[in-house]
């Protein structure tokens, strides 16, 4: 794709929590207000936490139990997690049977010691990852109460995202380490165990404050509020930061308009700081070595790169500061931060970082519920990294084309299973893996061949602009390109989304009819799709026909760099077979030609093209 036909977004846009989104749609959004105070002890890898949080019910429905997630249970032989891991056909090498393995001062564990509710105790059992409560009184629409917990937990073995003692040594990756309300939406609760997928929340203010050993370095999520305590890098230009008192220090973040909260912890830590032009710090926090250093001090270059021009093509990064820390099994996405590996070439490096950091706008600021459509997340990240990695180093190949390969191989290899299965219950971590990552990815660049690139990536940024902060589905995403494009697309969400029905189209016959030429096209494969077909004559000159669906009601603009069109025509998705004529003698043609630009997904590409 030309880069040049992504077109800036300029200014923030703003979060209201219960906003008109509920009058013109009947959607809404709940909101938390989390404050937290936790203590860790870095001996026994235990913590012990008191959260506040105040809970606003701005649906129209009378709630009469809510759910927390408590992740750090997954990490315990026997948990759903661990059987999981071990039973699925191709098991994730990072976890196997490691859960299974882990010893009583190893395992995850997250417990609720007290709750109450506006001050009244409440019921609660804990179902392993799941806390279920019943309330001593509904929580009414449009009202607000107040949890008070006092909960307690040990840091598990580094195996998946989170964890202490990472393969390379950082000491704390504390992710989904603190209980965490479920959401609840329109499709009402979602209270899925915690079995190795990916996560959704409720956009909330967060304020944490976190007591360690001083010695510790942390970096996460949130604007530090005590920099000029804490020192570590954090400090005010010229402060001196007093020794503190005693054997501890108190961290205190806040976030704002966030649905998670994530934090590293290390004493080796080296904390950079880059202050952009814009306003945003970026913060990388690694452990200094000869596997790290070098890399970690170029990534201060890049991390900024991908900031703006994420932030140009996709829409505004909407916070005032992002933090790379090193920590976790890979990479992972949080709010204005991320947790990756360090030990890496800087390419890898480089690319992981530009992911994770990707996963801001569609993880982060967009949030689709990645259970329900990991694709709506992975893939739309994997393709915006793809761009993002293809500006920074300047490469001129199509940047998707490792997300076509990928989808190929997952069409041809009889484990495909609809984008629209649960992240849970793929039967395969393949059949995840390809359908959230690449052919979610290809879900967009085949969008650009549908509408055109131009107006697929206007959509894209009306997208942004119309549902950041609202946990947009794939039905919000199809109607904003329709409204972009004027043509109707639910055909490309039935299709490509809730079957594993593939693209295959085919020239079947180029023959002479008295002075002009007959084309005659075949679709082979169950999914219909609009085609360009470019005819290459003799003398190098270039000409296109374009075969529209009947049921996109509209057809795309002449793109700028394809070959003038001399003909539109739709094409039923009934008829298997569609013959044209080209008024061209036959000996003039060298070539015809479905889709040069390959971004079809047509899984049989030979027959896409004659020569003569």
């Given at each position: 794709?030309?880069?040049?036909?992504?077109?800036?977004?300029?200014?923030?846009?703003?979060?209201?929590?219960?906003?008109?989104?509920?009058?013109?749609?009947?959607?809404?959004?709940?909101?938390?207000?989390?404050?937290?105070?936790?203590?860790?002890?870095?001996?026994?890898?235990?913590?012990?936490?008191?959260?506040?949080?105040?809970?606003?019910?701005?649906?129209?429905?009378?709630?009469?139990?809510?759910?927390?997630?408590?992740?750090?249970?997954?990490?315990?032989?026997?948990?759903?997690?661990?059987?999981?891991?071990?039973?699925?056909?191709?098991?994730?090498?990072?976890?196997?049977?490691?859960?299974?393995?882990?010893?009583?001062?190893?395992?995850?564990?997250?417990?609720?010691?007290?709750?109450?509710?506006?001050?009244?105790?409440?019921?609660?059992?804990?179902?392993?990852?799941?806390?279920?409560?019943?309330?001593?009184?509904?929580?009414?629409?449009?009202?607000?109460?107040?949890?008070?917990?006092?909960?307690?937990?040990?840091?598990?073995?580094?195996?998946?995202?989170?964890?202490?003692?990472?393969?390379?040594?950082?000491?704390?990756?504390?992710?989904?380490?603190?209980?965490?309300?479920?959401?609840?939406?329109?499709?009402?609760?979602?209270?899925?165990?915690?079995?190795?997928?990916?996560?959704?929340?409720?956009?909330?203010?967060?304020?944490?404050?976190?007591?360690?050993?001083?010695?510790?370095?942390?970096?996460?999520?949130?604007?530090?509020?005590?920099?000029?305590?804490?020192?570590?890098?954090?400090?005010?230009?010229?402060?001196?930061?007093?020794?503190?008192?005693?054997?501890?220090?108190?961290?205190?973040?806040?976030?704002?308009?966030?649905?998670?909260?994530?934090?590293?912890?290390?004493?080796?830590?080296?904390?950079?700081?880059?202050?952009?032009?814009?306003?945003?710090?970026?913060?990388?926090?690694?452990?200094?070595?000869?596997?790290?250093?070098?890399?970690?001090?170029?990534?201060?270059?890049?991390?900024?790169?991908?900031?703006?021009?994420?932030?140009?093509?996709?829409?505004?990064?909407?916070?005032?500061?992002?933090?790379?820390?090193?920590?976790?099994?890979?990479?992972?996405?949080?709010?204005?931060?991320?947790?990756?590996?360090?030990?890496?070439?800087?390419?890898?490096?480089?690319?992981?970082?530009?992911?994770?950091?990707a996963h801001s706008w569609f993880h982060g600021v967009l949030a689709s519920n990645e259970s329900l459509y990991p694709w709506m997340d992975e893939g739309?990240?994997?393709?915006?990294?793809?761009?993002?990695?293809?500006?920074?180093?300047?490469?001129?190949?199509?940047?998707?084309?490792?997300?076509?390969?990928?989808?190929?191989?997952?069409?041809?290899?009889?484990?495909?299973?609809?984008?629209?299965?649960?992240?849970?219950?793929?039967?395969?971590?393949?059949?995840?893996?390809?359908?959230?990552?690449?052919?979610?990815?290809?879900?967009?660049?085949?969008?650009?061949?549908?509408?055109?690139?131009?107006?697929?990536?206007?959509?894209?940024?009306?997208?942004?602009?119309?549902?950041?902060?609202?946990?947009?589905?794939?039905?919000?995403?199809?109607?904003?390109?329709?409204?972009?494009?004027?043509?109707?697309?639910?055909?490309?969400?039935?299709?490509?989304?809730?079957?594993?029905?593939?693209?295959?189209?085919?020239?079947?016959?180029?023959?002479?009819?008295?002075?002009?030429?007959?084309?005659?096209?075949?679709?082979?494969?169950?999914?219909?799709?609009?085609?360009?077909?470019?005819?290459?004559?003799?003398?190098?000159?270039?000409?296109?026909?374009?075969?529209?669906?009947?049921?996109?009601?509209?057809?795309?603009?002449?793109?700028?760099?394809?070959?003038?069109?001399?003909?539109?025509?739709?094409?039923?998705?009934?008829?298997?077979?569609?013959?044209?004529?080209?008024?061209?003698?036959?000996?003039?043609?060298?070539?015809?030609?479905?889709?040069?630009?390959?971004?079809?997904?047509?899984?049989?590409?030979?027959?896409?093209?004659?020569?003569?």
């Amino acid at each position: 794709m030309h880069k040049n036909f992504m077109k800036p977004l300029m200014g923030l846009f703003l979060f209201v929590i219960g906003s008109p989104l509920s009058a013109q749609t009947g959607r809404f959004q709940q909101a938390v207000d989390y404050k937290m105070e936790v203590a860790m002890d870095v001996n026994s890898n235990q913590y012990q936490g008191k959260q506040k949080l105040a809970y606003t019910n701005n649906s129209p429905d009378t709630l009469t139990r809510v759910f927390y997630h408590l992740y750090y249970n997954a990490f315990q032989p026997g948990s759903m997690m661990d059987i999981r891991s071990r039973t699925i056909a191709d098991p994730d090498r990072r976890v196997g049977d490691r859960i299974s393995k882990l010893k009583p001062d190893e395992i995850g564990y997250l417990h609720t010691k007290s709750l109450t509710m506006n001050g009244k105790p409440v019921q609660f059992r804990e179902v392993e990852t799941i806390l279920e409560v019943s309330l001593p009184e509904p929580i009414l629409p449009n009202t607000t109460v107040t949890f008070d917990m006092e909960f307690e937990g040990q840091v598990p073995l580094q195996i998946r995202r989170s964890g202490r003692d990472s393969e390379e040594g950082v000491r704390y990756s504390m992710s989904q380490w603190y209980p965490k309300m479920a959401n609840y939406d329109e499709q009402g609760w979602h209270a899925n165990p915690y079995i190795g997928r990916e996560f959704y929340g409720i956009w909330g203010d967060f304020d944490v404050k976190i007591t360690i050993d001083k010695t510790y370095v942390l970096g996460g999520t949130g604007y530090l509020q005590n920099p000029n305590e804490i020192g570590h890098g954090y400090e005010d230009e010229g402060v001196t930061v007093p020794a503190p008192q005693g054997n501890t220090l108190t961290w205190h973040f806040v976030a704002p308009k966030v649905h998670d909260f994530m934090w590293g912890a290390d004493p080796k830590y080296k904390h950079d700081r880059v202050q952009m032009e814009n306003g945003i710090t970026v913060h990388h926090f690694y452990i200094p070595g000869p596997k790290t250093t070098e890399n970690w001090e170029k990534l201060k270059e890049f991390t900024p790169k991908a900031i703006n021009y994420l932030s140009e093509n996709f829409g505004q990064y909407p916070y005032k500061q992002f933090s790379v820390v090193q920590g976790g099994d890979g990479g992972m996405e949080y709010a204005m931060s991320t947790l990756v590996t360090g030990e890496r070439s800087l390419p890898s490096l480089v690319g992981v970082m530009v992911h994770e950091l990707a996963h801001s706008w569609f993880h982060g600021v967009l949030a689709s519920n990645e259970s329900l459509y990991p694709w709506m997340d992975e893939g739309f990240t994997s393709y915006a990294t793809n761009l993002a990695m293809a500006n920074i180093f300047q490469a001129s190949a199509n940047p998707q084309r490792g997300s076509y390969a990928g989808y190929y191989r997952l069409a041809l290899s009889g484990l495909e299973e609809p984008m629209s299965t649960h992240s849970d219950h793929y039967h395969t971590n393949q059949a995840y893996g390809s359908a959230a990552y690449s052919k979610g990815a290809v879900f967009l660049a085949q969008l650009g061949y549908v509408l055109g690139e131009e107006v697929r990536n206007r959509g894209l940024l009306r997208y942004w602009d119309t549902w950041q902060f609202k946990h947009p589905n794939f039905n919000d995403l199809i109607r904003v390109m329709e409204k972009e494009s004027g043509i109707e697309l639910d055909w490309y969400k039935e299709y490509f989304v809730y079957t594993t029905k593939k693209i295959d189209y085919a020239v079947k016959e180029v023959k002479a009819n008295g002075n002009n030429t007959e084309i005659t096209l075949e679709r082979i494969g169950l999914m219909p799709m609009p085609i360009d077909l470019v005819i290459t004559y003799k003398d190098g000159s270039q000409e296109s026909v374009y075969l529209p669906l009947v049921i996109m009601r509209g057809e795309k603009a002449q793109e700028s760099f394809t070959p003038q069109r001399i003909h539109t025509e739709t094409w039923p998705w009934t008829n298997l077979t569609k013959s044209l004529i080209i008024s061209k003698p036959f000996s003039t043609i060298k070539s015809v030609e479905i889709d040069p630009s390959k971004r079809l997904a047509d899984v049989q590409q030979e027959n896409n093209k004659v020569e003569f």
